[in-house]
């Protein structure tokens, strides 16, 4: 990344935007009960995984209120599969005594006040169900993706990303710009990512200083 780089990065980006534009979060929740579980579950945790284990989960407790008369211990055979289930049993019971007699927080100091509920889960959470997060998701996907198109350094730290992101793009873009970004580390910018299928790739920093770029893409396209 260039330190002096003044590209219109809000500009640049749209094409995701586009590209994603109401695609449906990889989690399949019904309610905003399903969704909080779903995306505490899913910390370090594959959404399809999560997807799968929480169809019996639900079935037996299926509401805040059906988790206020058990353990956290009563959930670890329903949950033994996942990373970190004890803790993450732990949150879930501490957040349904809380829960299931108050209204949601919606905002991102009120969510992540709970156990289990970081600053990008928060993000999550609020965009889901309709309020303004004020700020731009970052995930694994945007922590890699992000730092190979040039927009910020390359930190492994997300709210240091964040702050950075956010000084960098329109605040119109940002409620939608982080899980934009995060599909497109799923289906196209993988670890190992498929550039010649990248709609942005012109513009990537990675892909300019690419081999494959290098050889075959013109001098005037190699300046932009």
């Not at 206020?68 to 049993?89: E, G, H, Q, R, V």
């Not at 349904?96 to 990008?120: C, M, N, S, V, W």
Request: aromatic share 10%.
């Amino acid at each position: 990344m260039d330190l002096f780089d003044n590209r219109n990065w809000s500009i640049l980006l749209e094409p995701l935007l586009f590209s994603y534009k109401g695609k449906g979060h990889p989690l399949h929740y019904k309610n905003s009960y399903q969704l909080i579980v779903m995306v505490i579950l899913a910390a370090q945790d594959s959404d399809e995984n999560i997807n799968r284990l929480t169809i019996p989960f639900f079935e037996k407790y299926p509401n805040w209120f059906s988790l206020t008369s058990i353990n956290a211990a009563d959930l670890y055979p329903l949950l033994d599969s996942i990373a970190n289930f004890k803790n993450k049993a732990n949150w879930i019971i501490d957040l349904a005594k809380q829960f299931h007699d108050k209204e949601l927080p919606t905002t991102i100091l009120g969510l992540t006040r709970y156990r289990g509920i970081g600053r990008k889960s928060a993000h999550v959470i609020l965009k889901e169900l309709g309020y303004n997060p004020n700020g731009i998701m970052v995930d694994l996907h945007v922590l890699r993706v992000a730092p190979r198109l040039g927009i910020v350094p390359d930190f492994k730290d997300a709210d240091k990303m964040e702050q950075q992101l956010l000084s960098k793009l329109d605040s119109s873009t940002w409620s939608e710009i982080g899980m934009a970004i995060s599909f497109h580390g799923r289906l196209i910018c993988r670890p190992i990512p498929n550039c010649k299928s990248c709609q942005i790739n012109i513009i990537c920093d990675y892909f300019i200083n690419s081999p494959y770029a290098k050889k075959h893409i013109s001098n005037s396209i190699m300046q932009l």
